[in-house]
């Protein structure tokens, strides 16, 4: 089964109820992989997620990334990928998956910038980094359009539109 520990700073007590969201995104993201079995599993997976400022993150991003800038969400997997499939051997039933930041300021603007609500962009960007959490990533240019196929999928699931759609203007 997977938890998900939601941590909101008070920017983000906007009235949205970010438990529901975050455990809705993440089952989502999930079951687009072969990783689903997670959802039902008899260990607990655990899914840290942490709603907080441009500050934090750009802290977070220089520290581990050597990136001196906010970003709109950093993942940090606490398992390798290749062994994902063996979580229920764990010694006590319980693993952390992971763990999920998000910064306000970043995802406030990008959703203006896509027209879209900071609830809906803040989902895409937990969908992503659930992603990331399981081992997919976009570095290369294959990889990209596989982990945004993905997305696609788990956001329809969840009556998201495309965030990657080309809409001319």
Not at 129 to 139: E, K, N, P, Q, S
Request: charged share 30%.
């Amino acid at each position: 089964m997977i938890e998900i520990a939601v941590q909101a700073e008070p920017g983000w007590n906007d009235g949205a109820d970010w438990e529901a969201l975050a455990t809705e995104a993440v089952a989502a993201a999930l079951r687009v992989t072969p990783h689903a079995e997670m959802l039902t599993a008899d260990y607990t997976a655990e899914v840290s997620i942490r709603l907080t400022d441009d500050d934090e993150v750009q802290a977070l991003n220089r520290q581990y990334r050597q990136k001196d800038k906010p970003t709109n969400v950093l993942s940090f997997p606490m398992v390798q990928d290749d062994l994902l499939g063996g979580l229920d051997n764990s010694d006590d039933g319980e693993v952390l998956l992971g763990d999920i930041i998000l910064a306000r300021g970043v995802c406030e603007r990008e959703a203006a910038e896509k027209g879209v609500s900071t609830t809906e962009h803040a989902t895409h960007l937990i969908v992503h980094g659930t992603l990331h959490l399981l081992g997919y990533d976009h570095i290369a240019d294959d990889e990209a359009e596989a982990m945004e196929d993905l997305e696609r999928v788990a956001l329809r699931a969840l009556g998201i539109d495309d965030p990657y759609a080309v809409t001319e203007s």
